[in-house]
């Protein structure tokens, strides 16, 4: 999708992969608060999208081990 002009960051990945260079995007799996934190600094810092996700078992509608649901994570 492009909005204003400017295509979505995995719309860019995916042309910079298919035009032969490497390209990626900074996945994690993780509730952890510090984890979370730095993964956004160190993406913020170069100016890189992440990609925030968490298992059934660390989110869920009962807030799985964290305690968190998913409104929580999210918020």
Known sequence: ???????????????????????????????NEYVLRAVMRRCKKFGL???IEATANQVNQDGGYTGLTPADFYG
């Open 1 to 31: 999708m492009i909005i204003g002009g400017k295509m979505h960051p995995i719309q860019e990945i995916i042309a910079a992969y298919k035009s032969g260079k490497h390209a990626g995007i900074f996945s994690n799996c993780s509730a």
């Open 49 to 51: 999208p992440a990609l």
